[in-house]
């Protein structure tokens, strides 16, 4: 099946019609090239501090299930609460500060969203421990060839960090990833590359094959094919 799969993104979701597709929704190349997202490069994720990356997973945590410009206006509140969310000392959160945090109200009060912060700080720092690293370096290291084994880590060692969430996550820090939204998939399903929503990890990595070979005909960055297949659905993306 993986090997018919294979032939039809070559047959059916090739570059060339990607991009011809997208390309008319503007009014020329440089329209279409400021509208895509950017990735940042490894040497940027790799300077940014791990208080930067638990922000991160902890604002992604918050924004599920939410509008996500509420919890947006609401994280500068949230980087004064917990002290820049430095890992080191978030992993010394104890219920009892938790619990302090449910009468503070500049942040979303959301209990249980609260506890992953020390959680999320502890695998960070056990990644660190690990990998003899940084964790901006451990992420900035992961090769976008295999980024669903990324998202598997988060969802298994990080708190609520599944779903779409990993990949979210990503996203928020600079980290090239592709996004599995309504409109990316129903292309993918359009072009015969899966019959159905995608529910396992056979199915996720029959999509990963998938922008791997447009990522080897294009040289474009995951975030960008991405988004692409998502226009060629829906032009108001």
Known sequence: MLKQNETKT????NYRWLYDTVRKRFESDEAMEAFLPKALTPATLK??????????MSQRVFQAGMQHSVVNAKWPAFEEAFWGFVPETMV??????????????????????????????????????EQGCSFGEFIADWPSADIIGLWRLLAKRGARLG??????FLRL??????LLTSDVTARLIAAGIIDHEP????DRQIIQDAFNELQQDSGRPLCQLSAMLSLSINPRF
């Open 92 to 129: 010394m959160l104890s219920p009892e500060q938790i619990e302090g945090y449910m009468k503070n109200s500049s942040i979303i009060r959301h209990y249980t969203k609260l506890q992953t912060i020390p959680r999320n700080a502890q695998f960070i720092l056990g990644i660190r421990q």
């Open 163 to 168: 779903g779409r969430s990993a990949a979210g």
């Open 199 to 202: 529910t396992g990890q056979r």
């Open 173 to 178: 820090v600079g980290k090239d990833t592709f």
């Open 10 to 13: 070559s047959m059916i979701l």
């Open 47 to 56: 300077q940014k501090g791990d208080d930067r990356y638990l922000s991160a």
